[in-house]
């Protein structure tokens, strides 16, 4: 009898999208931290030093004292806003002592990205965990769906299961493979009365010695 690529009728939850989710967590993550090793860096060509928060508008203005000099309401940007009368850590460019900055939005980001890379990395590990637990435990052969039906030779009875032994003929009987399929615990008598003392045997692709036996098909 002939292979056939019918696939068996089981419930399947595609993965690939659970998947994508945690390789975007992934990427997410590096890119936190990829940012974050660079702000350190930047940082340490800049001078730091703690400044007064003398005004909140769009910018936050700053003063701040540095080399016998001061300097007053000196805008920078910042995503939270701080309160009039607030010290804050700010950086000065080593040129320009106007030029301030804060690390306040960088940071910003890199606990965004963080954070959704979190998001990302446990939903899709956690569809993953449920996908695990619904479809069971993933065997490639059976989800290819290709079998054949082995002629079966004898049936073994042991105290408590059953063995078969088959085999199954191609090329016009030139090429035999026999199986020992064993430890079943369903009596396969009525199944392969009704099949004409023949198995159902998933195969991986032309490869008929990767096979699986599902025991679940004696219990229809």
């Known amino acids: 009898m002939s292979t056939s690529s019918t696939a068996p009728e ?4 595609p993965k690939t999208s659970f998947i994508v989710c945690i390789l975007i967590g992934l990427i997410l ?16 060509t800049l001078i730091e030093l703690d400044a007064v928060v003398t005004k909140v508008d769009k910018d936050v ?12 309401n000196i805008p920078i940007s910042m995503m939270n806003k701080p309160s009039v009368g607030d010290t804050i850590r700010i950086y000065i460019d ?28 446990g939903c899709g590990a956690i569809c993953l965990i449920i996908r695990r637990i ?8 059976l989800d290819a769906g290709k079998f054949i039906y082995a002629d079966v030779d004898e049936v073994i009875q042991d105290s408590h299961s059953y063995s078969i032994r088959c ?3 191609d090329f016009n009987g030139k090429k035999r493979q026999d199986y020992v399929l064993g430890n079943i615990s369903t009596n396969p008598a009525a199944y ?3 099949n004409q003392k023949k198995i159902k045997l998933y195969i991986k692709g032309k490869n008929y010695r990767k096979y699986y036996f599902d025991e679940s098909i004696l219990k229809l």
Request: charged residues 25%; hydrophobic residues 40%; contains cysteine.
């Open 10 to 13: 089981r419930k399947k939850i």
């Open 29 to 44: 993550f590096a890119a936190s931290g990829i940012f974050n090793i660079r702000l350190k860096e930047y940082k340490k």
């Open 61 to 72: 203005y700053v003063s701040y004292y540095y080399n016998t000099d001061d300097y007053t």
């Open 94 to 121: 080593k040129e320009d002592y106007f030029a301030a900055s804060s690390d306040d939005t960088a940071l910003y980001m890199i606990k965004s990205l963080f954070i959704v890379g979190c998001v990302f990395f």
């Open 134 to 141: 619904i479809c069971g435990k993933s065997n490639p052969i």
């Open 167 to 169: 085999h199954y003929s």
């Open 192 to 194: 392969l009365a009704a």
